[in-house]
């Protein structure tokens, strides 16, 4: 179980802390107390003085150093915990913990931004061409085996649940992340697979415009593994462009 480093800004948790050591936490008193708190920890995180597997100081500790009361620090790591910024533990090594960033965590807030209707169908769409048609010369270039069998066999279930009547536009979202994947490129990976709920339902709106996708659609996934397959980027281009443009033309509607 990750614990704190010896010189993390909250080393010392459960432990006295020495004289010497800087108190990176201000005492607040005006607003709504629990959010300042929050505020507070969430700045020490982006500023990498807080990184995950980190522990904060237990809650006695961030009373005083808060100089507020045991429920506002508990009301303060509920909605860190709820924000995704730490994760609390039970037990005696328990406490609160900082995590790293996940893609479902941002996946949530922009399906929380879509039910809004701050971002649309058409803008992921959008987002889309630029991103995926960016990233098909390193999939070309580092495809590996495992990944050109992986992709051959989502086409296959695609053909085989449009003959079965059973295909669901999500096989086709999941092509879509195992590409990505193909890129070997962690934060290419991340991006797409955070915007998985989104780049969903742009294709279902695309789909009810036009019923026909689906079959299109898993045909095209073929052919653009067979152009990786021949390490030719110029022509896996050409396919993945064609496919996201369909896509856009029936979700933008040019």
């Given at each position: 179980m990750a614990t704190v480093r010896e010189n993390s800004p909250v080393a010392g948790a459960g432990v006295a802390a020495s004289p010497a050591?800087?108190?990176?936490?201000s005492r607040v008193s005006v607003g709504?107390?629990?959010?300042i708190i929050v505020e507070q920890i969430r700045l020490l995180i982006r500023q990498g003085q807080l990184k995950p597997g980190d522990r904060l100081p237990p809650e006695r500790d961030l009373c005083?150093?808060?100089g507020v009361s045991r429920v506002t620090v508990r009301e303060a790591l509920r909605m860190l915990e709820s924000s995704g910024l730490v994760e609390i533990r039970v037990g005696a090594r328990g406490g609160a913990f900082v995590t790293a960033p996940t893609s479902d965590r941002v996946g949530e807030g922009l399906a929380d931004l879509l039910s809004m209707a701050v971002?649309?169908?058409?803008?992921?769409?959008?987002?889309?061409?630029?991103?995926?048609?960016?990233?098909?010369?390193?999939?070309?270039?580092r495809a590996t085996k495992e990944d050109l069998a992986d992709l051959e066999t989502l086409c296959e279930r695609a053909r085989a649940?449009?003959?079965?009547?059973?295909?669901?536009?999500?096989?086709?979202?999941?092509?879509?992340?195992?590409?990505?994947?193909?890129?070997?490129?962690p934060a290419v990976a991340m991006l797409v697979e955070s915007i998985r709920g989104s780049i969903l339902r742009s294709m279902q709106q695309a789909r009810e415009a036009a019923p026909e996708m689906g079959h299109l659609g898993t045909e095209e996934h073929a052919r653009f593994v067979g152009a990786v397959r021949r390490r030719d980027p110029e022509a896996a281009t050409h396919i993945m462009r064609e496919h996201l443009e369909r896509t856009a033309h029936r979700v933008i509607g040019h």
């Open positions: 050591e800087p108190d990176l936490f709504r107390i629990s959010e005083e150093r808060f971002v649309s169908a058409a803008d992921i769409t959008e987002a889309r061409m630029i991103l995926e048609i960016g990233m098909v010369p390193l999939v070309c270039d649940a449009l003959r079965s009547g059973e295909y669901s536009m999500s096989m086709s979202a999941e092509f879509h992340i195992r590409v990505a994947q193909a890129t070997h490129n």
